[in-house]
C-alpha cells in the first residue's frame, strides 16, 4: 500500500469512528431515561401493571445499540493502529534507503529544501566510493552491499550530531551537517575518509574501498539542486586529485566546469570534423642510428584555436569517453598514410587505460588493420601499466588478441605507474619504453641515472628491447648507449610532425604510391558522419 492510500484509509476510518461515537452517544442518551423508568416501574410496589412492552423492545434495542456501537469502536481503533503502522512502512519505502537503513535520495531533497534549515547555514557532505565497480566485479553484490552497509555505519557514527544521513543511490552518499564549526566538518569528513579506507574483512574477503568527499556550505536562497550540483563538483574535483580525499567547494570549480563542458563539446564535434590528425615522431636504432619507425602523436588541428598537442585535450578526451573514437580516428589515418612507407619502418599508436574497457578493442584495431591493409607485423601498440588495473582480465585478453594478429605491446612511460616487477614478468610485453621524466635527467640527477641503468638491467633479464624516450641532446644518446641501451626517441632526432614532412624526409613523392584513396574505415565518429550525410541527401 502506497502512502497516498494509508492516508485516504485513515481518513475513511477516522470519520466511520466519529460516527461510530456519535450513535454510541445517541444510544446513551435514550438508555439513561428509558433504563430509569423501567427500574421505575420494576421496583414500584403500588402499580400492578405490567411493564410497558414498547418501552421494554427499546431498552433492549438501545442495548444492542450500545454493545455493537462499543464493538465496532474497538474493531475501529484496532483498523486505526494497523493503519498506523502502514503508514510508517509506506514512509519508510518512500524515504528510506533499504540496504542501508539511511535516508534516501528523496528523503534527503526534502530536509533540503526546507528553507529554514538552509538558511541556517548548514553544510553538504557528498561522497562517492572509489573503485567500488570493482568490489562488486571481484566479489559479487552481495559483498558489494555489505561494504554499502559497512560504509553507512562509518557515516552514521562519524557524521556531527544532528546530520541527516543518505544513500543517494550506487555507492554515492551525502551528509547535511547541521550549522557547526567549518573545522569540525572538516575532522568529521577526516574521520570518515580514514574508516572507510581500513580494510574491510568480510567472510574470506578482505576488501580494500576509499571515498572521495565534496563540501560545500549551503547558503540562503540556494535550492536543494544547487546544493547538491556544488558539492558534486566538489566531490569530482576530489577524484581528479587523486581520490581518497575530500575538497571544499569554491566558485573557480563552477567556471572550471564550465570551460571543461564546453572544451567536450569542442571536442565532439572535432572528431566528428576529423580534425584530431597522427604527426610522427622518429624511432632510430641507438647502435646504427639508423631510422627504426614512429611512434603516432594525435595533434588536434583546430581551424579556430589552431595545432594543439595532446595536454590541451587528452585529459578531457579521456574522461568523457571521447578518447576511444579519437585514438581510433587518428590511427586509422596513420594506417592510411604509412601504408606504403618502407616496409621495415614499424607505426607505435597509443592506446589509453581509458580504451581497454571496450572489450572488442581488438577487434576495432582488426578491422582497421584489414581495410587500411596494413601489415599487423608493422604495427606496435604502447600501453601502460595503469590499462591493467581497472579490469586485468579484459585487457590482458585484449593485448592476447593482438598478440595473436601479429602486433606488438610496448610497455610505455615505465617508471612512473603502478606495476610490480611480478606484474611485468607475467604480462605479454615484447618492449619496455623509458619514460621520459628519468631520460631528460639522466646528466642532472644521479637518481634518475640509477633508476635508467636499473631498467636496462631488468630488460636485459627478460630479453626485452628498451626504448628510451626523451633524449634531447647528443651527451643524453652517449650515456644511454653507454649503459646499453637499444632504441631511443626525441628531439635530439626529431618532433612529432606531418605526415607530409615524413614523407618529403622519406623521398617519397607526393602523390606516389599513396595516391589510392582508402575509404574511411568505419570509427564511431565515422558512422555518425555518414549516417549525417546520407541524411542530409549526401551533402558534404
Ligand atoms: P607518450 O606516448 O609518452 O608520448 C611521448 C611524449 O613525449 C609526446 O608528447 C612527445 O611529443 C613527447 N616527447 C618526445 N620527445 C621528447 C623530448 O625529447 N623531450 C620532451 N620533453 N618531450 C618529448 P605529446 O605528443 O604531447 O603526447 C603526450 C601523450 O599523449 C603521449 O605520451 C600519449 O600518452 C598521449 N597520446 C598522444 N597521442 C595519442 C593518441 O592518439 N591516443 C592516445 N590514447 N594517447 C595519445
Ligand atoms: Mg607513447
Ligand atoms: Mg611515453
Redesign the pocket.
Known sequence: MDRRSTLEAARQLASSHLITSCAALAALFVFIPIGQRIVAAMFDQSSTAPIDSQMTVAFLLNIAVILFAWRRSKDLQAALAANEIAQQSAHDNAYIDHVTGLANRRELMRVLSDGALRDKGSTLLLLDLDFFKKVNDLYGHVVGDEVLKHVAKVIRTCAPEGSCCARLGGDEFAVLVPPIDGGLVSESVADIIRSIAEPLTLGTATVHVSASVGISPVEPGMTAEDCLRRSDIAMYSAKRAGRNCRVWFDRQMEQELLARTQLEDEIRNAVEACE?V??Y?PQMDLGTGELTGF?????WNSPIKGLL???AF?DV??ASGM?SE??LS??VQ?LTEARDWPGHLKI?????P??FRDPHLAERILKLLTETNFPPSRLEV?I?ESSFLEDRETALAIVESLKNMGVTISL??FGTGYASLSQLQSLPFDRI?I??SF??SLLSDSQSDAIVSTILSLGRALHLPITA????DAGTKARLSQLGCSDG????FG??VSGSTVRASLGIPDGASNTEPVEAPETPANERRDRKRRASGGRR
Not at 611512434?295 to 595533434?299: G, H, K
Not at 607505435?348 to 589509453?352: C, G, K, L, R, T
Open positions: 584530431f597522427p604527426f615522431q611512434e603516432v602523436l594525435a595533434r598537442e595532446p595536454s587528452m578526451a579521456e578518447i579519437l585514438s587518428v590511427m596513420a607505435a599508436v597509443n592506446i589509453s581509458i580504451q604502447e601502460t610505455d612511460d619504453k619514460d621520459k631520460v631528460t624516450e626523451g633524449i634531447e626517441q626525441g628531439w635530439l618532433k612529432a
